[in-house]
């Protein structure tokens, strides 16, 4: 939705509230995605997009303004460089918060260890690039950089990424500013 907003694109999208828990089925997700996850767009002529990249890309399509994932050249890789580390720290906080969700006896613990400390790696990556951040157009990168760490304070507020990620902390200053982000602010629906 962050993607849409910046396209200008969000008004012509109808949502629709759905909650994926890892532990039960939701139906009315399931008929469109059948993998059971979120999000997931359906194209009028009845094509189903399934996850934020293809649904973000098929956005950057629709629109004639800076793409939000460049089309070519170095502006793309690095782009797409910054997305898969934010994007690969959000799949290692789903998996950490798969398992803390267990009873303690059933975690495990060497899983969540690792889970942990390449998060860590990953933090410091995105705070070495944060720095560069304002010469770099916003693009699907600093989208999902920005989402992640919204996440890692909604699910893991214990975690205080900020005190030792200055170039981070002072740019998610920034990307909470945006309309995008104020509009699509998480809500805890479960």
Known sequence: MIAAHETGLSEKITTVRSVAVRTRINPDIVRDSPVGRIPVLVLDGGIVLSGSFAICDYLDSLHGGRKLIPLQGESRWREL??????????????????????????????????????????????????????????????????????????RFPEVDWRASNRNLREWHKLFCKRPSSKATEIVNDE
């Open 81 to 154: 460089e910054l997305h898969g580390v934010a994007d690969g720290l959000l799949d290692l906080l789903l998996i950490w918060r798969g398992e803390t969700m267990k009873p303690e006896s059933q975690r495990n613990t060497e899983l969540c260890d690792s889970c942990i400390a390449r998060a860590r790696h990953c933090l410091i990556w995105l705070d070495e690039r944060a720095g560069e951040f304002s010469d770099e157009d916003f693009g699907i990168g600093q989208i999902t950089a920005g989402i992640v760490l919204d996440y890692l304070d909604f």
